[in-house]
């Protein structure tokens, strides 16, 4: 089992930025991959971003292209979103999640942290 928590999320103006952290635990030895994905209100949940967790790979979403940056800590077992030039478009749930070595899907998800842009 692994679990996810994240964090970090708030409520910004448009153009501010934040940095939403997902710390994990339990049995991470496993994973290949972390991610984040998003869910606006009434729309279907989509993937913002992810990063390989040995090598740091990481790609993003296009829309979100030069405004947000993945990481990792391989360490403290922590991944990060840094956002900026926040849009009101980007106001959604963030959920982080993670893929073990083997697997076709993301396997683990955290309960997720809210983020609203005000215009």
């Known amino acids: 089992q692994v679990q996810l928590v994240e964090s970090g999320g708030g409520l910004v103006q448009a153009g501010g930025s934040l940095r939403l952290s997902c710390a994990a635990s339990g049995r991470t030895f496993s994973t290949y991959s972390m991610a984040w994905f998003r869910q606006a209100p009434g729309k279907e949940r989509e993937f913002v971003a992810s990063i390989t967790w040995t090598d740091g790979v990481s790609r993003i979403a296009d829309p979100d292209e030069g405004r947000f940056t993945i990481s990792r800590d391989k360490a403290k077992k922590m991944m990060y979103l840094q956002t900026k030039s926040l849009k009101p478009e980007d106001t959604a749930i963030y959920y982080c999640?993670?893929?073990?070595?083997?697997?076709?899907?993301?396997?683990?998800w955290g309960q997720g942290t809210q983020v609203i842009v005000s215009s």
């Open positions: 999640a993670t893929r073990l070595r083997g697997s076709r899907t993301y396997d683990y």
